[in-house]
């Protein structure tokens, strides 16, 4: 098996993985750094974010203020020094990517515009149009070609960490071109691979998101942590789960149900503001979490609209006028003119929510450390947790860009802590391993499930039994059946025995992460009897915070349920107290 | 919502199996919304799990899934089928490289694109803390639509020249260069100039304008190659006949 030998391996080359490469290249020339990724660094799903990325830049903002939202957004569950610290380090990193180039939205003056979000009190969210996680990602992207020491690995899919002497030594990765397995040598690794919503049918998630990344951690022996917060975004086309900007809000769009009654203000989040004239932090500018279990409510009451894809609710922006939205919201209007056959110019749209990101992941410090001495991990794939129980909109672009730069000045501390060389052999073994592993999966012969089947019962399970209302009965079986789903992977047949681009092995070790990842998610669902952002209970319906102001961690076991363990949040400055999205007081 | 069987003729090809390219066709029953990456979807699903090809984001923004469909490049996340006839024709896209199937070689587009140092080089160095570069919109609009480019690529499966001389940098690649010669902020456009005012770069071009027609994000490759000319010209002119005048 060929050898890599690099200083830092890093997994996934989105917006984290690439913020990560460019600072350990700028920290040191003369740092090998191997940047690996399934897919081509452009195709990474950051270029689907749309909104934009929040950072204190105006005068009338204070971090006192980001730090507020941010915390009181993620329902209590953020850990506050790492909150702090996001803050602090949001604004330069957003004008880092300014001075490398990014096509920011601007005022008039020629300083960089900031627009309106969800559960943000302050317009602070920074946008390039609705096309932000676009501009970032090639902004990074092709920023990343000026560092010759950041050799690229496009189209890696990594299959194993190489744990020995207690800390991360490194990988193997399956050169997807060639059917070849890789041995990557690394004195610290990073794990920047992004989220698993493909677990859900119903999602805005690109079909690359698998928790991969998550899931090779796991596996490795570091915990994943507060899993079981899945955020739901309140505005996806129904026919196929493509996202609407919270932008088309923050700009001025409104929600309908089938009466045309602006349906939020009958959850908590009233009174009624005046159509063109959006208040901060209330009506359709509340937290996504809120929206979402909103529409949950109108369902259940009956008002929502019937469609051919199931019950909407309906966003109108007409009042906006086509040059706004030509000049804010392009890519929407393209989007549901393209997709829906609609066009918001003229006629509201039906939307409703749609599984979109995941609050948990592998759990690390406010220095993106695992707790796997050389592992690092940052981006959607991570859990600091600046999220908590729910994240507000145009936080995590910021997410990756800080973390992913606290992570490669992390690793290169570790590395310049004095390491012992590596164990070659015994790396080797573990490298010869993980092939026998993809071989094995390969070559079987006698598997009597098909991918595609057990996919779709977990996809199944999911939406059935983990959406936006949760019980603990649905629970039980959702963990029970995800459990038993993992069983009969040991069972799956792959059809395409030969080695070049096998996108049937792909999607076979990617079902192997989701359904380690999905099985973190019901089992920290279950057993967590409260409700707290994103996890609402329709049978435990308050938030414990005598019990249960703690983060979940699952432990992974190869045959078995994780074990639970619960770490206590960070507080610093901010006990937990009353969201309060009502407008009465503004 | 109604649902029509479409027979879709898809090119395969696995270097380990077969000697050369051939075509499958599978009838696939396709929802009219639908679509050609969904057939795609439905195939590997249900059908043929050897089938391979890039996707993910189906929302025409990750460009990784672009095709030839009957002949037309096409992202196949937006190409619908209710435009097409019940026989559709799916083949790699033209001028690259077959790997497997519908999945083709991207490194000569990757080291095209490097090679035009596609990032700013700032005119002046300015520290982090004394903010943002000032650029108002106007100076935003100068440039912002060669920012669109998704790196899909259809713009070198549709150029006649890009299949006659594989040298030719095409038209992402110079338009990507464009980009930052006309932000307000880049002071590079000289280092640029050596790469793309060449005979391989922009005067490589025939104009015949077919990467603008199939771009997906009305990009418009072939206007930013035009403007290139003519700067390029403009160059010439001003060091051969007007020395005494700076670039």
């Not at chain 1, 800390?167 to 399956?174: D, E, I, W």
């Not at chain 1, 004195?187 to 493909?198: L, P, Q, R, S, Y």
């Not at chain 1, 959006?278 to 500018?285: A, F, G, H, I, R």
């Not at chain 2, 922009?202 to 015949?208: G, Q």
Request: hydrophobic share 35%; charged share 25%; with cysteine.
């Amino acid at each position: 098996m060929e050898i890599v030998k690099t200083d830092i391996a890093i997994i996934g080359a989105g917006g984290a993985g690439l913020r990560a490469a460019i600072a350990l290249a700028e920290a040191d020339p003369k740092l090998r750094i191997a940047l690996i990724s399934k897919v081509y660094p452009m195709r990474s799903h950051t270029c689907a974010a749309e909104g934009g990325a929040a950072g204190v830049i105006k005068s009338d903002d204070s971090m006192a203020l980001h730090f507020g939202d941010t915390v009181g957004g993620g329902d209590w569950l953020s850990d506050q020094d790492a909150v702090e610290y996001f803050i602090q380090e949001a604004p330069k990193e957003l004008t880092q990517l300014e001075h490398w180039g990014c096509p920011w939205s601007r005022e008039p003056d020629g300083s960089v515009a900031v627009r309106p979000f969800g559960g943000m009190k302050i317009k602070r969210t920074w946008f390039a149009a609705d096309k932000s996680g676009f501009h970032i990602l090639h902004t990074l992207f092709q920023t990343s070609l000026k560092y010759p020491s950041i050799q690229r690995f496009d189209e890696y899919y990594a299959t194993d960490l190489l744990v020995e002497d207690g800390r991360c030594q490194g990988l193997t990765a399956l050169e997807i071109r060639s059917g070849q397995m890789k041995q990557f040598q690394a004195k610290a690794v990073i794990i920047a691979a992004g989220g698993g919503g493909k677990m859900f049918p119903f999602t805005t998630n690109g079909n690359i998101k698998t928790g991969d990344g998550m899931a090779l951690a796991y596996r490795a022996g570091t915990p994943l942590k507060d899993m079981e917060f899945v955020q739901y975004h309140p505005t996806g086309l129904p026919n196929n789960g493509i996202l609407l900007t919270e932008g088309c809000r923050g700009e001025g769009g409104v929600l309908f149900n089938k009466d045309g009654r602006r349906y939020l203000q009958d959850y908590g989040m009233g009174p009624e503001t005046p159509i063109g004239q959006p208040v901060l932090k209330t009506m359709e500018l509340g937290p996504r979490d809120r929206l979402s279990q909103a529409f949950w409510g109108e369902q259940k009451k009956g008002n929502t609209v019937s469609t051919p894809w199931g019950d909407c609710v309906l966003l109108d922006m007409r009042h906006l006028g086509e040059k706004k939205i030509d000049e804010r919201l392009p890519l929407v209007r393209d989007l549901c003119i393209s997709y829906l056959g609609k066009d918001p110019v003229k006629e509201p749209i039906p939307i409703r929510p749609v599984v979109h990101y995941m609050m948990g992941g592998i759990h690390t410090d406010t220095r993106a450390a695992t707790r796997l001495p050389g592992l690092f991990a940052a981006g959607e794939c991570a859990c600091v947790s600046i999220n908590g129980a729910n994240r507000l909109g145009s936080n995590s672009l910021t997410e990756l860009l800080v973390f992913g730069k606290r992570a490669a000045l992390s690793a290169i501390e570790h590395i310049q802590s004095g390491l012992p060389d590596g164990k070659g052999a015994a790396l080797a073994a573990q490298a010869q391993a993980s092939e026998a592993r993809i071989s094995a999966l390969m070559n079987k012969s006698n598997g009597t499930e098909t991918i595609a089947g057990l996919r779709k019962e977990m996809m199944d399970t999911m939406e059935t039994n983990v959406g936006i209302y949760r019980t603990g009965s649905e629970l039980a079986t959702a963990c029970d059946k995800i459990s038993e789903l993992r069983q009969r992977y040991a069972n799956i047949a792959l059809h395409d025995k030969t080695h070049v681009y096998n996108t049937d092995l792909m999607q076979a070790l990617e079902l192997g992460s989701m359904l380690d990842c999905a099985e973190a998610v019901t089992v920290g669902a279950r057993d967590r009897k409260e409700s707290r952002g994103a996890h609402q209970r329709l049978d435990f319906t308050e938030r414990d915070d005598v019990n249960l102001l703690k983060h979940t961690l699952t432990h992974y076991h190869p045959t078995d349920p994780p074990r639970v363990e619960y770490l206590d949040v960070v507080i610093t400055q901010s006990q937990p107290g009353v969201r309060d999205y009502s407008g009465a007081k503004k | 919502m109604s649902e029509r069987q479409i027979q879709l003729e898809v090119l395969r090809y696995n270097p380990e199996t077969d000697s050369e390219p051939r075509y499958q066709t599978y009838s696939v029953p396709c929802m009219n919304e639908w679509v050609v990456l969904d057939a795609l979807n439905y195939v590997k699903e249900h059908l043929d799990p050897t089938l391979s090809y890039r996707w993910s984001c189906h929302m025409a923004v990750c460009g990784s899934c672009g095709m030839m469909i009957n002949g037309e490049p096409k992202l196949a996340c937006k190409a619908f089928i209710h435009e097409y006839t019940d026989q559709i024709r799916v083949d790699p896209m033209a001028n690259f490289p077959i790997e497997r199937d519908l999945v083709t070689s991207v490194e000569d587009f990757i080291a095209k694109l490097a090679s035009v140092k596609p990032y700013l080089i700032p005119k002046e160095d300015k520290p982090i803390s004394a903010g943002e570069f000032k650029q108002t919109p106007a100076e935003l609009k100068k440039f912002k639509q060669y920012t669109l480019c998704i790196n899909c690529m259809l713009c070198y499966a549709a150029c006649p020249q890009y299949g006659l001389v594989p040298e030719f940098l095409g038209p992402a690649a110079i338009s990507m260069a464009h980009r930052y010669n006309q932000d307000s902020r880049d002071g590079g456009r000289d280092q640029r100039q050596e790469v793309i005012a060449t005979d391989t770069g922009v005067w490589e071009c025939s104009f015949v304008g077919a990467c603008s027609e199939v771009c997906p994000k009305h990009v418009d490759p072939a206007g930013a190659l035009q403007q290139v000319k003519v700067a390029s010209t403009i160059d010439w002119y001003k060091e051969h006949l007007m020395p005494w005048m700076k670039k």
